[in-house]
């Protein structure tokens, strides 16, 4: 006889995606993580639908990243999604802005359904961001080397540590 599914287990099921630009994919890590309702969020390499000209083939990596962008792949529970969830997004990386010369370092919100394209360009506008931040469906998400996943985690763990006082021994 199975055991009966935990309440965590349900969670894990019902969870949705969303693919987010925020810049390097470094910093908003644990600021996404933080959003109630955000169960996981993955490093990667993400292209939007209208960006795909063929590039979609490409195997992207750190140091040849191609027509990719530097993503997060934010895993969440399906009722977190509303337009404060996207406005906690794009506020996750708060100072950074887009530069035409390092397209790696977009700012775009891709989607894979309806309700969050709706929710997302609410969003945007709310924050009135439409000059900055894209809204496009997703072609294609990969995730990033394991270098990449939790960085923002072992940076700040490794400046807690290094500034604690000394335990005199």
Known sequence: RSA???AAA???????????????FWLPQSNLLAIPGVHRVTAGYAISVSDNDGGGSHSPSFNDIGPFCEALR???????????FFTALLASNPKFRPTPAKPRYRAAILYS?????AAALQA??????????????????VVAEDRHQGRAERILAALASSSSP????
């Not at 934010?74 to 404060?84: E, G, I, K, Q």
């Not at 506008?125 to 294609?140: C, H, I, K, N």
């Not at 000394?166 to 021994?169: D, T």
């Open 113 to 117: 359904e309806e309700a969050q394209r």
């Open 166 to 169: 000394a335990k005199a021994g």
């Open 4 to 6: 009966a599914p935990t």
């Open 74 to 84: 934010v895993t969440y529970l399906p009722d977190a999604v509303d337009d404060a």
């Open 10 to 24: 349900h969670a894990a099921e019902d969870a949705k995606e969303v693919v987010v630009a925020l810049g390097c």
């Open 124 to 141: 945007v506008r709310a924050a009135s961001a439409e000059s900055y931040v894209t809204v496009d469906e997703l072609a294609s998400f």
